[in-house]
């Protein structure tokens, strides 16, 4: 064989091996899915993906033009009407002076770029990243996001909406691009700031200026200008004046991030930054044609749909038609009865006390949760703050039922074993010492005038608001199952002071009347959450906004309520609440007066109509203060002007209506009719007062108690006196005992009503 021969053979013998090899797998190629795969292909497969992009944002970019300034400027007004359809104000002419950037001081130009975009003057106008970041986001649904540099935002500003949409974002990028080539930064950056939204009405840094430090744009200070640049991200939560002790933390950690970004791009010197201090704005002020209850009512409405999803951006921009639950008749009638019975006596020109005396009340439907009347003050423009939905004084005695209703509830027990019912006898001494299984806790409050009772029914004791039997009580049931009542009810678990104490039995935590008439209300709809509401709808375009239900399942049972509400009508029929009666109207509520007389309450009910009336001691700069020796007089109770305003509300408010009787589901209380014979379960001793209040509790002082239970229940009716009645009871043989906590609830001055 010669050597060609011989190569040839061994060339074909490796093709055979080659091909057996292919047929067994065991050669690279790829077989299957693999096949699309290599390298070669992903990265094929990546290059022709980049390039599609590319030619589709090419393509986007040429038919996407700058458009004109969109209508903001002109926007249409939010006309708020009357349940019954008729206007009661129109909102929406935009507060906004452009100034040119010349006017702004430099430093507070700065404060905008620290706050929104560090890297604005060298940047190419948007943010790739955070444009695709939000893109994501709006297909996923998880609303707002940023990252959007300043540029952005003034397209989104001045040349688009605030819609959330996937297409209104690629508008925006490519606008943003095209903005950034043919105007200057400094014109970019005074759009931004002249269109930018800052809450209280104000479009641009001019009407912020004004608005938050009643002063021209040129007069601002960085200190202020980091401020109004902080304001941009949540402009209803940071404004510090009316945000709670969450918004002021975070805004005041959002100024401090402005400034410290200021220093780092070397447009503050450090030692400059070193010596600012937060600069607090002034009091919001109501816009024009806002006066008197109509500015309340707004601002209450746009508080609601806030928290309904609807932004300060699309309330801003206007075209909504938004109507309130508020009836003119009734609400004229509370007014009437707020002058008649309180505003007209007052001299605060001679009696300095009387400058001092603020009223709030809420009226609201038990049956569906809407405010049908509201008095907030003195009116929008005279005083901001919002009596009616305040929640900075102490509901005081009014708390008590809220005890009552969570003994029912979870059906608790005295210390020795007698369930709580209104016929329940308990110890009434003042300053009597708390008690829980391990002894005394060191809480023993006062009775108003430090009245001993002796021996007394709960029904006596709601009656005459007997501060000592309820603290006894708070800690039979659970001072933990007091506060989930309580706040199943709808009191707000966050507010001021509502620790977990046996102080809470007093009423120190912060409500508003808005809050109690909600729970209230609820007791009044048999244990069915009712939560009072002032929007009755709000629509734009043919499109209405999703409100939240106000009334729901049961939080408490029907029972339970019912027990309170006829415990209830025996503080109106003999007790502290008398002032209240009306002949053939069934009625129940109960006073409340805070500790050193700062607050007082009168929260009560018909079949048909809930409303709390608050009366609050404030003196300059929001300072409670007391409100003894208003109108001429001594203490003021909430047996006094606050029950005084209910009824000639309730009055005129309930004309014609018929007098409606509760329909309640329970076989204790003073609405239920006792026996033909006298006996010791049904027949609990009445008496008939004004309200009580408190001072500081002792911590000892304790009398002598056993644990068993009378064996001679009162009997015999208590003569009817003025502020302090003499209890004329028989006392049982042996005074009960009942449980309470432990020493954290020590308190050696204890604030709150008895």
């Known amino acids: 064989m010669g050597r060609a021969e ?46 599609l992009l590319i030619g589709a944002f090419l393509v986007l970019y040429f038919m996407v033009d700058v458009p004109n300034a969109n209508a903001l400027a002109t926007a249409e007004a939010n006309v708020y009407k009357y349940s019954d359809g008729s206007i009661m104000a129109k909102t929406g002419k935009i507060n906004r002076e452009s100034v040119p950037l010349s006017k702004i001081p430099k430093e507070v130009q700065h404060t905008f770029v620290a706050a929104e975009n560090k890297d604005f003057y060298t940047d190419p106008g948007v943010s790739f990243t955070g444009t695709a970041r939000g893109i994501i986001n709006t297909l996923l649904g998880r609303g707002k996001q940023g990252g959007s540099t300043i540029t952005q935002q003034y397209v989104k500003n001045y040349y688009l909406s605030q819609e959330q949409t996937v297409s209104r974002k690629l508008k925006e990028l490519v606008i943003s691009l095209k903005v950034d080539q043919q105007q200057s930064k400094d014109d970019i950056l005074a759009g931004y700031i002249n269109t930018s939204y800052y809450g209280r009405n104000a479009y641009g840094i001019q009407a912020a200026a004004r608005a938050y430090y009643n002063k021209d744009v040129g007069k601002l200070t960085v200190a202020q200008g980091a401020y109004l640049a902080a304001l941009l991200q949540a402009p209803s939560q940071y404004d510090y004046s009316v945000a709670g002790p969450n918004g002021k933390r975070l805004v005041k950690q959002r100024w401090n991030y402005v400034l410290d970004n200021m220093v780092e791009k ?64 009734k609400q004229k009638a509370l007014e009437k009865a707020v002058h008649t019975q309180l505003t007209s006596k007052l001299k605060p020109k001679t009696r300095a006390v009387d400058g001092h005396a603020q009223v709030g009340a809420v009226s609201v439907n038990p049956k569906n949760g809407a405010i049908v009347a509201m008095y907030g003050g003195a009116g929008a423009t005279k005083h901001w703050t919002n009596n009616a939905t305040r929640e900075d004084y102490q509901p005081a005695s009014t708390f008590k039922p809220l005890i009552l209703a969570a003994a029912l509830e979870n059906d608790s027990t005295t210390q020795d074993g007698r369930p709580i019912r ?57 001072l933990d199952k007091v506060k989930k009542t309580a706040t199943a009810l709808g009191m707000n678990s966050k507010a001021g002071g509502f620790d977990v104490a046996p102080a809470m039995s007093l009423g120190v935590m912060g409500a508003s009347p808005k809050d109690m008439a909600g729970v209230y209300a609820t007791l009044d709809n048999h244990g069915e959450k009712v939560t009072p509401s002032i929007v009755k709808s709000a629509e734009k375009g043919g499109e209405s906004a999703q409100l939240p239900d106000t009334t729901g399942g049961e939080v408490i049972s029907r029972t339970a309520a019912d027990s309170v509400t006829s415990v209830l009508t025996g503080v109106v029929d003999e007790g502290t609440g008398s002032a209240v009666r009306q002949k053939g109207q069934a009625m129940a509520g109960k006073t409340g007066t805070s500790d050193e007389n700062k607050s007082a309450w009168f929260t009560g009910y018909t079949p048909d109509l809930v409303t709390s009336v608050g009366m609050f001691g404030e003196a300059k700069g929001g300072k409670q203060v007391t409100l003894t020796g208003t ?10 002007f606050p029950a005084e305003i209910w009824a000639a509300y309730m009055g005129a408010a309930l004309d014609g209506a018929g007098a409606a009787k509760f329909d309640l589901d329970t076989d204790m209380g003073a609405a239920v009719p006792p026996p033909s014979s006298t006996s010791p379960s049904s027949t609990p001793p009445t008496s008939k007062s004004t309200e009580p209040t408190t001072s500081a509790p002792p911590t000892s002082e304790s009398p002598t108690e056993s644990s068993s239970p009378p064996t001679t229940p009162p009997t015999t009716p208590p003569t009817t006196g003025g502020e302090s009645p003499t209890d004329t009871t028989t006392p049982p043989t042996t005074p009960p005992t009942s449980p309470s906590l432990d020493t954290r609830g020590l308190r050696t001055k204890q604030r709150g009503n008895g």
């Open 422 to 478: 209104a016929n329940t006898v308990y110890d009434g001494d003042s300053k009597r010492p708390v008690k829980d299984d391990g002894g005394e806790v060191g809480f023993a409050p006062p009775n108003e005038d430090d009245k001993d009772y002796g021996p007394i029914s709960v029904q006596t004791a709601m009656n005459n608001s007997v501060n000592s039997v309820f603290a006894q009580m708070a800690v039979d049931v659970g």
């Open 266 to 329: 070397h447009w503050l010197d450090a030692s400059e930054r070193k010596g600012l201090t937060f600069p607090e704005p002034i009091e919001p002020r109501a816009t024009s044609g806002l006066d008197g209850q109509t500015g309340y009512f707004v601002e209450a409405a746009k508080q609601e749909l806030f928290k309904a999803g609807v932004s300060e951006d699309e309330l801003a921009a206007g075209g909504w038609t938004i109507t309130l639950n508020i009836d003119k008749k």
């Open 6 to 51: 011989e190569r040839r053979a061994r060339q074909k013998s490796a093709r055979r091996a080659k091909k057996g090899a292919d047929k067994s797998g065991k050669s690279g190629k790829k077989t299957g899915i693999r096949r699309f795969f290599t390298w070669k292909m992903v990265l094929g497969y990546f290059l022709s993906m980049g390039l």
């Open 631 to 640: 109108a001429g007089g001594g203490r003021v109770n909430g047996g006094g």
